[in-house]
T-cell receptor, first 110, second 112 residues
Framework: TQLLEQSPQFLSIQEGENLTVYCNSS?????LQWYRQEPGEGPVLLVT?????EVKKLKRLTFQFGDARKDSSLHITAAQPGDTGLYLC??????????FGAGTQVVVTP | EAQVTQNPRYLITVTGKKLTVTCSQN?????MSWYRQDPGLGLRQIYY???????DKGDVPEGYKVSRKEKRNFPLILESPSPNQTSLYFC???????????FGEGSRLTVL
């Protein structure tokens, strides 16, 4: 069973500050997705990373996939209240089973 | 519009009264799955289906049943609901278990 850990569990920052959240696994990800869930809604895909060492940028969000494909980070520059949400990085196995974990709750206050 | 539709969105019921939460997707996705979300526990997978007539248990299948008779529908059945099944439920679909998951709007269930 792949063990998934996201950190920190909770992060509260002021608008304009930077933040980084982490996703670590006990085994290799075949590919890694980051989702954001806003209050009262289902999660929405932000990005998929596939190659070890890959870096993807989505406006103020920078996603990095570890060289060994066992960890990833999400960095947000100049956070805005719209970045508030639960950030999730699920793991999936070849048979279709998904594990989401508890995620990182980010709160950005004006 | 591509979407995953769940019904009902909100339901209050009593212990032991069978209920079904429907899930339908219009994207011709092969993979569908159900999750429950509880405070501090994140999303936990209940059941998933890789294709029609193929279903498998996720991490928390006890007390739930599913069926996948058609590609577009994946209902979640609670034969005898109990208070510990009070939760927020999400259905999701994807082209495959490694693809982008599209989630429904959620169904908030309260069992008294």
């Amino acid at each position: 069973t792949q063990l998934l850990e996201q950190s920190p569990q909770f992060l509260s920052i002021q608008e304009g500050e930077n933040l980084t959240v982490y996703c670590n696994s006990s085994s290799v990800f075949s590919s890694l997705q980051w989702y954001r869930q806003e209050p009262g809604e289902g999660p929405v895909l932000l990005v998929t990373v596939v190659t070890g060492g890959e870096v993807k940028k989505l406006k103020r969000l920078t996603f990095q996939f570890g060289d060994a494909r066992k960890d990833s980070s999400l960095h947000i520059t100049a956070a805005q209240p719209g970045d508030t949400g639960l950030y999730l990085c699920p793991s999936t196995d070849s048979w279709g089973k998904l594990q989401f974990g508890a995620g990182t709750q980010v709160v950005v206050t004006p | 519009e591509a979407q995953v539709t769940q019904n009902p969105r909100y339901l209050i019921t009593v212990t032991g009264k069978k209920l079904t939460v429907t899930c339908s997707q219009n994207m011709n996705h092969e993979y569908m799955s159900w999750y429950r979300q509880d405070p501090g526990l994140g999303l936990r997978q209940i059941y998933y289906s890789m294709n029609v007539e193929v279903t498998d248990k996720g991490d928390v299948p006890e007390g739930y049943k599913v069926s996948r008779k058609e590609k577009r529908n994946f209902p979640l059945i609670l034969e005898s609901p109990s208070p510990n099944q009070t939760s927020l439920y999400f259905c999701a679909s994807s082209f495959s278990n490694f693809g982008e998951l599209f989630f429904g709007e959620g169904s908030r269930l309260t069992v008294l």
